[in-house]
C-alpha cells in the first residue's frame, strides 16, 4: 500500500524527482530547497525576496548550516518554512540564528518550525536573540505549533526581544498544542508587546493549551488597551477548557475602538455560556468592524439566548462585510435562535461574505430554517454564502425548499457552500426547489454541495441539481460530495460534468458509494474530457468503492492525459481492494509523463500487494 505527494515544482513533469533545481521567480525572488543550497549560481543572484521550503523533510544541521551561510544583507523578505524537520536540533539553530541577526534591512520574516521537537528552550533563547537586531522589521510570523519542549521559557525569551522591534505592524505568532505554555507565559509576552505601539495586527493562536486561565484573558486584556491603532485582531483558544465566562470579560473589557478586522476562536471552551457571548458581542459594538469571525463550537452550554445578544450587536456593526459564526454542535440553539440572528442580519446592508455554521444542532426545524433564509432577499451587497445544517434531520427537505425559494433573490452571488450532510430526511421533492433557485444564479463563480450520507436521494434528485447547474456560463469551480449515498445515483454524473461551463476546478466525492465501478469511471471520464482545456485542478475520491478494478484505473489516466492544463491531481482510492499494486503503480507512472502537471497526490491504501 502507499500514499504519495509528489511536487514537480516549476520542472516537467518527465523530469526526474531528485533533480535539483531552483525557481528564480523574478529578478527579485528566489525559491530554494534543501538540493538547490550547493549551487554556485545562488551566490551571485541577489534577491530581495528568499523562500525556503524543504522536500520530505531533507532538513537537518547540514542543511540550516548551509542555508544560514547564503544569508545576505541585502535581503527585505526572508520565508524560512522548516515544519515538520525531524532532524532539526539545537545546533543547526544556532548557524541559523547566528546569520539572521546580521540581516538589518529585513522587512518581513517567516519562521515555521511547527513540529520541530527536537528543538529546546536554548535555541528558542537564540532565535529571540536573532530579533534584536532586525530594527527595520515590520511584519514577523513564527510559529512553534506542535513544539511540545516549548515552555513559558521559550515565550519569555522570545517576548524580551520584542521589546525592539519598535517598527513591527504585524505579529503573528502560533502556540497551539505547546501544552506547557500557561498563564505565567502570557505575563511574559505581555511584557514584550507593550511597546509595539505602531502595531496594526496581532495574530495569537493557543489553541490546545490546556493550561490557560482566566487569569490569563486578564493579562492578554490589558495589553490590549495599549494598541491604538490596532486594526486586526486574531486569537485562537480553542480547547482551553479552563476558561469561563470572566475569561472573556476580562478579554473584552477594552478593545480598541481601531479594530476592523475580529476573528476570535473558542471553541470547545465548554464552559462558556450566553453571559460570555453578552460581554463579547457587547465589546464589540464599539468597533467599526468590516470583518468579524466568532467560533464557539461545542460551546453546548450556549443557548439561543446567547444569539439574542449576538444579534443585538449586528445591529449596530451596520459597517461588516464579512461575517462567520460558528455554533457548531452547540445542542441547546433552537429555531428562536435562528430568528434572533435573522433580525440582526438584517440591518447588515454592506455586507457580502456571510459563513453560517450550525452542524448538528438539531433543535433547529424547518420554521426557524424558513426565516434565516427570507432574510437573504433583505441583503442587496451579498456576495458570497456558507450554510452548514449537516447533521439537522428535522424534515430537512422543506428547509431545501425554503432555500430554493430564497436563492432565487440572490442573482448577483458568486460563492455559494450548502452543507446538508447525513441529513438523512432529504428526499428527492426538496431538490426541484433548489433547481429552480440555482438557476436564477447567472453570476455564480463557485458551489460547494454537500449532501454525504442522504441516502434517500435518488436519480431524480440529482437530475434537479443538473439542470439547476446547466445554465450557469460563469461557474469556474465546483465541488460535489455524495459519499455514502448507497442508491445508484451515477447515471446522471457524466451529463452533470459535461453540462458545466468550462471550469478550472472540479471536486467530487463518491466515497463509499457502492454501485461505482469501471463503467462509472468511464462515465465521469467522458465529462470531464469537456474541460480538457480549462481544468487546472481536479480532486476525485472513489475510496472504499470496491468495485473498482486497474481496468477504471486505465481509463482515468488516459482521460487525464487528455487534460491539456491540468496542473493539480488529488485522487483517493482508499480501501478499493480489487486494485492491484502493478495497476496502481502504472496509474502513478502516467501520471507523472503529464506535461503540465505539478502536484500530484495519490492515495491506494490497502492495495492488493
Request: with cysteine; aromatic share 8%; charged share 20%.
Amino acid at each position: 500500500m502507499f500514499s504519495e505527494s509528489l511536487v514537480l515544482d516549476d520542472t516537467p513533469a518527465t523530469s526526474t524527482l531528485e533533480k535539483p533545481c531552483f525557481s528564480l521567480q523574478s529578478h527579485h525572488e528566489i525559491r530554494l530547497n534543501p538540493l538547490t543550497l550547493n549551487s554556485q549560481i545562488i551566490k551571485n543572484i541577489k534577491a530581495s525576496t528568499w523562500r525556503f521550503s524543504p522536500e520530505e523533510n531533507l532538513v537537518d544541521e547540514n542543511v540550516l548550516k548551509k542555508l544560514a551561510s547564503l544569508l545576505t544583507k541585502q535581503i527585505q523578505r526572508l520565508y524560512l518554512n522548516f515544519a515538520g524537520g525531524r532532524e532539526i536540533t539545537n545546533r543547526g539553530i544556532s548557524h541559523l540564528s547566528h546569520h539572521l541577526r546580521r540581516l538589518t534591512h529585513l522587512q518581513h520574516l517567516t519562521l515555521n518550525f511547527s513540529g520541530c521537537r527536537r528543538i529546546s528552550n536554548t535555541s528558542w533563547h537564540n532565535i529571540a536573540q536573532s530579533l534584536k537586531g532586525l530594527v527595520s522589521l515590520q511584519n514577523l510570523i513564527i510559529d512553534f505549533s506542535g513544539c511540545r519542549r516549548f515552555t513559558d521559557l521559550g515565550l519569555q525569551n522570545i517576548s524580551k526581544n520584542l521589546k525592539n522591534l519598535i517598527s513591527l505592524k504585524q505579529l503573528t505568532l502560533n502556540f497551539s498544542a505547546c501544552k506547557e505554555i500557561a498563564d505565567s507565559g502570557l505575563y511574559h509576552l505581555n511584557q514584550g508587546l507593550k511597546s509595539l505601539k505602531s502595531l496594526q495586527s496581532l495574530n495569537l493562536c493557543f489553541s490546545g493549551c490546556r493550561k490557560i486561565t482566566d487569569a490569563g484573558l486578564d493579562i492578554i486584556g490589558h495589553v490590549l488597551k495599549e494598541f491604538s491603532a490596532l486594526q486586526s485582531m486574531t486569537f485562537g483558544f480553542q480547547g482551553c477548557c479552563l476558561i469561563t465566562n470572566i475569561g472573556i470579560e476580562y478579554f473584552a473589557h477594552d478593545l480598541p475602538a481601531s479594530l476592523k478586522n475580529v476573528n476570535l476562536d473558542f471553541s470547545g471552551c465548554r464552559k462558556i455560556d450566553d453571559l460570555g457571548l453578552l460581554s463579547l458581542t457587547g465589546a464589540l459594538k464599539g468597533c467599526s468592524l468590516i470583518r468579524a469571525k466568532l467560533d464557539f463550537s461545542s460551546c453546548k452550554q450556549i443557548t439561543s439566548k446567547g444569539l439574542y445578544f449576538v444579534s443585538q450587536a449586528l445591529k449596530e456593526l451596520v459597517s461588516l462585510r464579512q461575517l462567520n459564526l460558528n455554533f457548531l454542535k452547540c445542542l441547546k440553539i433552537n429555531d428562536p435562535g435562528l430568528d434572533h440572528i435573522a433580525e440582526g442580519l438584517k440591518y447588515l446592508v454592506k455586507l457580502q461574505t456571510l459563513n453560517l455554521n450550525f452542524q448538528s444542532c438539531k433543535q433547529i426545524t424547518p420554521i426557524g430554517f424558513k426565516n434565516i433564509s427570507k432574510v437573504f432577499n433583505e441583503l442587496p451587497s451579498l456576495r458570497n454564502l456558507s450554510l452548514n445544517f449537516a447533521e439537522c434531520y428535522r424534515d430537512i427537505q422543506i428547509s431545501l425548499q425554503f432555500l430554493g425559494q430564497a436563492l432565487k433573490t440572490l442573482s448577483s452571488l458568486e460563492n455559494l457552500g450548502l452543507n446538508f450532510a447525513r441529513c438523512r430526511r432529504l428526499y428527492d421533492p426538496g431538490f426541484h426547489k433548489l433547481k429552480q433557485g440555482l438557476e436564477g444564479l447567472s453570476s455564480l463563480k463557485g458551489l460547494s454541495l454537500n449532501f454525504s450520507g442522504c441516502n434517500e436521494m435518488t436519480t431524480y434528485g440529482i437530475e434537479n441539481i443538473r439542470k439547476g447547474l446547466k445554465d450557469l456560463t460563469n461557474l469556474q469551480n465546483i465541488s460535489l460530495n455524495f459519499s455514502r449515498c448507497y442508491k445508484n445515483i451515477l447515471n446522471s454524473f457524466r451529463d452533470i460534468i459535461k453540462g458545466l461551463a468550462s471550469s478550472e476546478i472540479i471536486s467530487l466525492n463518491l466515497s463509499a458509494c457502492e454501485h461505482i465501478q469501471d463503467e462509472s469511471l468511464m462515465d465521469i471520464c467522458e465529462g470531464l474530457k469537456e474541460h480538457s482545456k480549462s481544468l487546472q485542478r481536479l480532486s476525485l475520491d472513489f475510496s472504499w468503492c470496491w468495485r473498482i478494478t486497474d481496468k477504471g484505473l486505465n481509463i482515468l489516466s488516459q482521460t487525464i492525459k487528455e487534460l491539456a492544463c491540468l496542473r493539480k491531481v488529488n485522487i483517493n482510492f482508499d480501501q478499493c481492494d480489487r486494485l492491484t499494486k502493478k495497476g496502481a503503480q502504472s496509474f502513478k507512472e502516467n501520471l507523472k509523463k503529464h506535461g503540465s502537471l505539478r502536484i500530484i497526490k495519490l492515495h491506494f491504501e490497502n492495495v492488493v500487494l
